[in-house]
């Protein structure tokens, strides 16, 4: 929104400079010339201006496009690797009562290592 009422203004202003000069001039550039009213040489200005501004803007979005791409591909790692971990913790545990009367609880074993003499 504040972008429109930046640049509304400045091509109201543009538009009025360009209507109003509309006496061509001779226009030169090293050894080339050329006649154009200074109207026209305005909006010319103007025109490659955006173009290029617009062409700037493109690819730092592109940059920030590749680091979102990698942000999210972290997200989804570590989402993975949370899930992993809630995964072993939700693993059943067992329940030895020690000497003083008070459960016990031990780590998680795998079931292809248990003791089966406990």
Sequence with gaps: MI???LVVPFLLVLVAFTASNQDPLDMWLLTYSW??????LAL????????????CLWVVELRQRRRARKAEQHVRELEAQLAQAQAALATPMRLEPTLAGTPHIPLPEPENERNPNV
Excluded: D
């Design 3 to 5: 972008r429109l009422i």
């Design 35 to 40: 006649k154009t009213s200074a109207g026209v």
């Design 44 to 55: 010319s200005v103007a025109c490659i201006a955006f173009l290029l501004g617009a062409f």
